[in-house]
């Protein structure tokens, strides 16, 4: 899936830095900056998403954007965020090996 299809049910479009997250049961749009440097550093560790936790995934993107201090709420947004995650992991796979392959 193309991450500017807008038809996932975690990411809508990124816009010049932004990237637009559904967030809890009733899938609220957040717009976030940073995650793509976020998602650069998880990367760089050689973390999987299953293996960030929840307090490492909104500890770093509190660094770039406001997540409210409510455990129900951290939980939604850690969520989303290791979904975003492993779709981004999704897509640097697949330009790596679209890269190898031309």
């Known amino acids: 899936m193309s991450p500017t299809s807008g038809s996932s049910d975690c990411c809508l479009p990124r ?3 932004i990237t637009y997250l559904k967030i809890g049961e009733q ?5 976030m900056q940073g995650l793509e440097v976020v998602f650069q550093q998880l990367a760089l560790l050689n973390r999987q998403p299953q293996e960030a936790s929840d ?5 770093m993107a509190r660094r770039y954007n406001y997540i409210p201090r409510k455990a129900s709420v951290e939980q939604d947004y ?19 090996q679209s890269e190898s392959i031309g």
């Open 27 to 31: 899938g609220i749009t957040v717009g």
């Open 78 to 96: 850690a969520v989303a965020l290791r979904q975003a995650y492993a779709e981004y992991l999704a897509r640097q796979s697949k330009k790596v």
């Open 55 to 59: 307090e490492e995934l909104i500890g």
């Open 15 to 17: 816009a010049e830095g």
